[in-house]
């Protein structure tokens, strides 16, 4: 059984960045055929994909967003990691990772998820 | 980019009524299209992928169809267990998008 665990600073400044790790255990993170989302969700408000990074290690991101993310990998440690730079209190939210998988094209729906972890940016 | 819009915002139904709603693409999305449930305090689950087919475990009450533009999730008869938010979510090229959701709360 898959699991996404996220771990992070639950606490960020304004204007610092914000740093989250999600763990994958029970499979491996190189296997092909999918894609290592970030995703979050304001309090109270809906989901916004963030990002992922492909088995392959290619990148895509949010456009709204890509000014200020990066999404890497760590293949030896089996985990992933999110950085959001110049974080201002709209960035406050549960942040998610996840595993996308497809039958056929890029690996879109998510079926595996994390528990989520709470950011909040306040000084 | 392509934007999600779903309908209604908020659903009020009783249990043991058929619940359907509704997600539209901005442009085609061919049947990229999936959908997910979440509850108070939890990750969302995947139901629906490819518009129509049920994720692994998902009861038969649920169901999707549609294509391009207009898709829809169907309940076909609530259970207490299914009052809670739905989202969809689509693929375009390499980036993805979701729905604001639908609320269906116990009437």
């Known amino acids: 059984q898959l699991q996404l665990q996220e771990s992070g600073s639950g606490l960020v400044k304004p204007s610092q960045t914000l740093s989250l790790t999600c763990a994958v255990s029970?499979?491996?993170?190189?296997?092909?055929?999918?894609?290592w989302s970030w995703i979050r969700q304001p309090p109270g408000k809906g989901l916004e994909w963030i990002g992922y990074?492909?088995?392959?290690?290619?990148?895509y991101y949010n456009p709204s967003l890509k000014s200020r993310v990066t999404i890497s990998v760590d293949r030896s440690k089996n985990q992933f990691s999110l950085k959001l730079s110049s974080v201002t209190a709209a960035d406050t939210a549960v942040y998610y990772c996840?595993?996308?998988?497809?039958?056929?094209?890029?690996?879109?729906?998510?079926?595996?998820w994390g528990q989520g972890t709470l950011v909040t940016v306040s000084s | 980019e392509i934007v999600l819009t779903q309908s209604p915002a908020t659903l009020s139904l009783s249990p043991g009524e058929r619940a359907t709603l509704s997600c539209r693409a901005s442009?085609?999305?061919?049947?990229?299209l999936a959908w997910y449930q979440q509850k108070p305090g939890q990750a969302p689950r995947l139901l629906i992928y490819?518009?129509?087919n049920r994720a692994t475990g998902i009861p038969a009450r649920f169901s999707g169809s549609g294509s391009g533009t207009d898709f829809t999730l169907t309940i076909s008869s609530l259970e207490p267990e299914d009052f809670a938010v739905y989202y969809c979510?689509?693929?375009?090229?390499?980036?993805?998008?979701f729905g604001p959701g639908t609320k269906v709360d116990i009437k």
């Open positions: 996840a595993r996308g998988i497809a039958v056929a094209g890029p690996p879109y729906y998510f079926d595996y």
């Open positions: 979510q689509q693929r375009s090229n390499w980036l993805f998008t």
């Open positions: 029970g499979g491996s993170i190189s296997s092909g055929g999918y894609s």
């Open positions: 442009q085609s999305v061919s049947s990229y």
């Open positions: 990074i492909y088995h392959s290690g290619s990148t």
């Open positions: 490819d518009a129509s």
